[in-house]
């Protein structure tokens, strides 16, 4: 029997962040974000950007981030929420925006640069895709996003030499088979020992390569997928927090709630109590969404 492919999901919403930060958090999927009004702050790790109209952030799915608005005039987003798989059925090569090095990169392309402005114009063009839903427009959807990206490596590309960009791709897939294996099997006990043999490298070598291109050690990145699934239960679900425990591979509690703390800075029952409202970001479209309004509503100056 032939096997279905399954199709890389895409998600446009529009979204307010609140004035008070949220918690840091990571995703499973890319997520570009273009501000259509208002200002406000966007976090990247240690990094803080001012956003305002016509910027455009771009996210990969292993860096913590948070947004807040500007009391007085809050920002508003449209996000793209994609599939890395939609790009690497395409074209590997436009994965590279979303595979840098946090330390090194800049999350914000300032709505005054031609990138941004046609970046803009190709979301609105994907507002009005989802908006109208005529025939066709799953793959006009699809084919406009792997544009954006396009236009992301572009830019990018004119700041980076080109054997920069062809190590930092070389290292990702070198560590992809490790974070394949680890992204199926976080709910296991899982070793250092063990994602080092998924690579064929020593386990110090393997340690190395976690730290040189994630930024961030084995154990941490193991947590975080770990603390991700309890934060995806515990805002989508009402499974008892014993349940929320195990089901996201924690053996104990004392180890669930200090690393729950930790990278979210808030105890599990705090989060569940208040993630309600951001839950989108665990769990694709939800009707607390909003559905993208007509294009002509948005910034139109824009190319």
């Given at each position: 029997?032939?096997?279905?492919r399954?199709?890389?999901?895409?998600?446009?919403?529009?979204?307010?962040p609140?004035v008070?930060?949220d918690?840091?958090?990571t995703?499973?999927?890319?997520e570009i974000?273009?501000?259509?009004?208002?200002r406000?702050t966007?976090?990247?790790?240690?990094?803080v950007?001012?956003?305002?109209?016509?910027?455009?952030?771009?996210?990969?799915?292993?860096?913590?981030?948070?947004?807040?608005?500007d009391?007085?005039?809050?920002?508003?987003?449209?996000?793209?929420?994609?599939?890395?798989?939609?790009?690497?059925?395409?074209?590997?090569e436009?994965?590279?925006?979303f595979?840098?090095?946090?330390t090194?990169?800049?999350?914000?392309?300032?709505?005054?640069?031609?990138?941004?402005?046609?970046?803009?114009?190709?979301f609105?063009e994907?507002?009005d895709?989802?908006?109208?839903?005529?025939?066709g427009y799953?793959?006009?959807?699809?084919?406009t996003?792997l544009?954006?990206?396009?236009?992301l490596?572009?830019?990018?590309?004119?700041?980076?030499?080109?054997?920069?960009w062809?190590?930092?791709?070389?290292?990702?897939?070198?560590?992809k088979p490790?974070?394949?294996?680890?992204?199926?099997?976080?709910r296991?006990p899982?070793?250092?020992?063990d994602?080092?043999?998924?690579?064929?490298?020593s386990?110090?070598?393997?340690?190395?390569?976690?730290?040189?291109?994630l930024?961030v050690?084995?154990?941490?990145?193991?947590l975080?997928?770990?603390v991700?699934e309890?934060?995806?239960?515990?805002?989508?679900?009402?499974?008892?927090?014993?349940?929320?425990?195990?089901?996201?591979g924690f053996?104990?509690?004392?180890?669930?709630?200090?690393?729950?703390?930790q990278?979210?800075g808030?105890?599990?029952l705090?989060?569940?109590e208040?993630s309600?409202?951001l839950?989108f970001?665990?769990?694709?479209?939800?009707?607390?969404k909003?559905?993208?309004?007509?294009?002509?509503?948005?910034?139109?100056?824009?190319?």
């Open positions: 029997m032939k096997t279905m399954k199709e890389p999901a895409i998600h446009l919403f529009e979204w307010s609140r008070h930060i918690p840091f958090h995703h499973d999927h890319l974000g273009y501000c259509l009004s208002g406000g966007f976090y990247f790790g240690q990094k950007y001012a956003a305002q109209p016509g910027d455009v952030f771009v996210v990969n799915h292993l860096e913590r981030h948070a947004a807040a608005s009391a007085d005039n809050p920002s508003r987003f449209l996000f793209l929420y994609f599939d890395p798989l939609l790009i690497e059925q395409a074209d590997p436009l994965l590279l925006p595979v840098y090095l946090p090194k990169f800049q999350n914000r392309i300032p709505g005054e640069l031609d990138a941004a402005r046609r970046i803009a114009r190709r609105r994907l507002a895709e989802q908006r109208h839903r005529r025939p799953r793959g006009m959807m699809r084919g996003v544009q954006i990206c396009a236009l490596l572009r830019h990018y590309s004119e700041q980076t030499p080109s054997s920069e062809n190590r930092t791709l070389s290292s990702y897939y070198r560590i490790a974070l394949d294996y680890i992204g199926e099997r976080f296991e899982l070793t250092l020992e994602a080092a043999a998924r690579l064929g490298l386990p110090s070598r393997a340690r190395h390569l976690f730290q040189e291109k930024g050690g084995f154990k941490r990145y193991l975080q997928l770990r991700n309890a934060k995806r239960l515990l805002a989508s679900t009402d499974l008892p927090m014993a349940d929320v425990m195990f089901a996201s053996q104990s509690h004392a180890p669930f709630y200090r690393a729950f703390r990278i979210v808030a105890a599990p705090e989060y569940r208040l309600r409202k839950a970001f665990e769990n694709g479209p939800t009707e607390n909003t559905t993208p309004r007509s294009p002509a509503d948005y910034n139109e100056s824009a190319p």
